[in-house]
């Protein structure tokens, strides 16, 4: 997997292609839609199991979504969004500023704990908490 974060570039304009955004015959994606087409892209780029590949697809993930939004306008998606709430403190996977979302990729086995679900909701109360898995049929 070594590479695949840098190659990120190229994968996004293949991810445009793919996804028709810029086909006018097909809607503009939502952000949940794209949040979620680049968890499938970042699964099968990076593959693997375990909690490294895991960190390498989040990487991958959060590199193609800043990608994304250089390219083509900015859609209120804020990756890595750190967050202090005394006394709790930490990282958002993305923080969707348009839709008062949250979301949260997990890849492989992981699972939101009822302990990190309540941090965000203690810290957002006004955002939905969305968990993002790969979906193998796309």
Sequence with gaps: AKGVVENADVVVKNLDEAVGVANKEQKALTNAELV???ANKAEKAVGGKGPVAGIKKHQYATKL???????????????NFPFTNPPQKGI????????????DYKFGKAR???QQRNKYQNAFPNHEIIIVKPNANE
């Design 92 to 103: 958002l996977d993305i923080k969707d500023n348009t839709e008062n979302i949250i979301y």
């Design 36 to 38: 979620q087409k680049v």
């Design 112 to 114: 939101m704990s009822t």
């Design 65 to 79: 979504i800043d990608k994304y939004q250089s390219m083509f306008g900015n859609r209120g998606l804020e990756t």
